[in-house]
């Protein structure tokens, strides 16, 4: 093929060339200005929005748990504590190899598989880059071995924090209660009113008792931590700090030794004892036999620790003081003859003849009273100090249920005292209208003759009886219980008031004088049910003993306690107050099942509880008329 | 009117064969890019000083670069294509035993990419190939351009270099452009990729690839996923407003927040650091640079020098364009470098290079008019 020359005009193709870099220049001009504006869009136009996406990058809030506050008794004992522990924290993002790092954790701490279950399931609702505990309380030896190992193991860390503990353990648990981890019910509860935030730190929430009842004192406000955080989360400095306000310190009324006594008296015994102080309602004991330990719950009790608990035929879970609903028996008769009297259905001088059993006219049946040879004439003192039973049948029959059920509401039975627990009940005052309604059943006169010695569908809880029987010994001040004696606000102590509910005023003061001597003579005279108790006490003192049955009786039955299933003996029963004219104290005995009566068994363990206050508050009083005497 | 010292120093660049014009933003950019390292590495004074290293060797290459007439240049560009080519096809066998993305070649004591060489060897190439006719090109020339272009594309896009394969399709496609690719063809080109979206997106790419590209578009639409990337680089430039952080005070960089702070995505810690200001500083030396080369190319008097000279500018610009567009969200990420101002060492030098044969095209065109 012949060689094509190709004559090149230079300037042709110069001048195509120009033109062309023309193009390109005005393509590159383009795409300058396209990157400029851009820029110009982000970093001018969507600074702010940008800027505050770059801070909610970097900087985190962490809040900062409050330290709750502390319990005391009465003499500043702590009641409930607040003690380091260490708990091995993962942060699984800053981990390469997790399950390898955790099988080589397991066998330098030697921890079992079901804490490595546990993390696994915690892992699924964590946040990113939190900490995931692993080991919830390790032991110094622990601390000691992974301390020397740390730099091995990146991303696992010991954290310190404070955990509540109980030193009086079982003691105190249905007064002090305890807190426990804030489980989902618990943050739905918060988020509806509005706490939600002020837990941001809290691992653990109060979930029974005074923990429960005063959580928004104890609890204190969360505080924040705000650092700089890189890409992995790890914190890189503070910026600031808003320190948290830790919870307020709470005394308690309780007296420790007294407590520690009641639980002592009550032993092995199902039953409650409540001292009250009867000038301010303040409880000085509250004991619930079987008891458990609180300290249980705070560390996350197993399913099976719980089980045994809540299927335990001793129910140790039940607050008997507050929850444990008793046939009151012969506990009221002091505020019935006052219904009497109020009412003109008997005066001081009524006299009626006890065969030792009474007869409804018409009715087939003798109701027995608990002294078979009967007390001979009897009028409302002696019904009282011997607990004549026949004297309360017919003063029942004649009152009638519904004049009995409305006058002893007003001395609070069937409804709450108002305690500062959660964990009350309110028992049942029966009435003709309660019956129809709950069994549509009509009333019948011989459960009138029941209720009229405490028992039939009455029951009452023996907080409910302090609060009567203070009632008495106050003439008529209706005081609430109280567990609480004042609140460490910033520092100064602040004394819990004292609250009262509409008094029960009666038409002649002289009626309390009456069933106060017949409850004075309880104790006091010598044909007094509770006299061998109270003999040679160094204090006056008055009181009312009760024996409650459990299981009724058939018509010619004996009772004997030895012979009986232990479910079906009778409950003994005890209330008082001393001293006898002035009184200061007020004292409810409930012991279940017992081998005894109200007279032999709980009178004697009210005797010991008022030896004790005795001892112990006579002193107190008197230091503190000295120092009242110094001003 | 130019004084006699003045005179005396434009005559000595020039006959070391330097452009000072283009000499002083190249050095200015290169001293930006150690603090901005610094920063970006996290203040490892390490990191800064083996780039100073490069840095050097860069320079000492266009140095010697630019002593190399065009005429050599040319004379030299049909082996070292070729040689490319095999070394391409040699990367691929022996990437094929090794298994995995191979794009180093070792050869006794040291190690070459090919891919870089074809950076180079590709604009030449082309240039080389126009300048045998006169152009306009014929539709048979245009036909053999486009196989020259073509065949090294494919090598490297098999590495698998999507990056590099793209700019290097890139400078030959310039050369083709500017030697008069007729705009008949150009629009046709256009209208055929546009037809061929669709069918593309419907029947040729995987899912997976879908997702990247919806990725893209709205990065938000995974925040912690491939999205992460591009939307804390996007809140690190803007966050930067008009007067930045500071330098060493950004905390997207800083805090480590940002993926590959000081290669890839070093032009976000700097716009975080120094703000609209210093991006618009850097966009003005960029610009000068580019410029600067067009000027280069238009003065200069033979065809292959031309095409060169604006196929090495153009592709500087596509490389400033793409990193830019990629880290601020116009561009789909794609692994390109911020040229002069990103650590790394190979595509620095090869950079250099470039830049040594526009400056060798600058200084030597006069001489070339007296040797004709």
Known sequence: MRHRTHIRDHDTEAALFGRRVLVAMVIVVAAFVALMSNMYHLQVIEHNELQTRSNDNRIKLLPLAPNRGLIYDRNGVLLAENTPVYSLDVTPEEIDDLENTLSELQQLLDFPDTAIKRFYRNLKNQRRFNNVPLLDDINEEQLAIFAAQQHKYPGVSIEARLIRNYPHKELLTHAVGYVAKINRNDVNRLRDSGELANYAASRTIGKLGIEKYYEKDLHGEVGYQSVEVNNRGRAVRTLSIEAPEPGQDIVLELDLELQRKAAELLGQQRGSIILMDTTTGGILA????????????????????????????????????????????????????????EDGTITEETRIWDPGWFEIKGVDRRYRDWLAWGHGWVDIEKAITESCDTFYYDLALKLGVDKISSFMGKFGFGEKTGIDIHEEVSALMPSRGWKRARFGQPWYAGETLSVGIGQSYWTATPMQLAVATAMVANKGEHLVPRLLRGKMQDGVFEQALITQREPLTLSDSDYWDAVKKGMRNVNMAPKGTARRAFADAPYSSAGKTGTAQVKSLGQEEEYNAEDIAERYRDNAMYVGYAPADKPRVTVVIAIENSLGGGGSIAAPVARKMLDLWHSRFNNEKKQQVEIDADH | MLTTEERQRTS????????GPLLLPLVLLSVASLFVIFSAAGKDIAVVERQSIRIGLSFVVLFVVAQIPPRALSRFTVPAFIAGVLLLVAVLVFGEMGKGAQRWLDIGPMTIQPSEIMKLAMPLMLAWYMNQRPIPPSIYRLFGALILVIIPTLLIARQPDLGTSLLVACAGVFVIFLAGLSWKLVTAAGISVAALTPVLWFYLMHDYQRQRVLTFLNPERDPLGAGYHIIQSKIAIG???????????????QLEFLPERHTDFIFSVFSEEFGLTGVLILLALYGFIILRGFVIALRTQDIFSKLLAGSLTLTFFVYVFVNIGMVSGL???????LPLISYGGTSMVTLMAGFGMLMSIATHHRLVMKDG
């Open chain 2, 239 to 253: 966050s930067g407003g008009i007067d930045g952080k500071g330098w060493l005070q950004g905390t997207q960089s």
């Open chain 2, 12 to 19: 000595l660049l020039k006959r070391l064969h330097i452009d």
């Open chain 2, 331 to 337: 561009l789909p990420v794609v692994g390109v470098p």
């Open chain 1, 286 to 341: 509250m004991a619930s036999t079987p008891s458990y330990d609180p300290n249980w719950f705070v560390n996350g009790i197993s399913v099976k620790q719980y089980q045994s608990l809540l299927n335990s035929t001793q129910s140790p879970l039940l607050n008997r003081a507050t929850q444990g609903a008793y046939p009151p028996a012969s506990t009221i008769k002091a505020q019935i003859g006052l219904l009497g009297l």
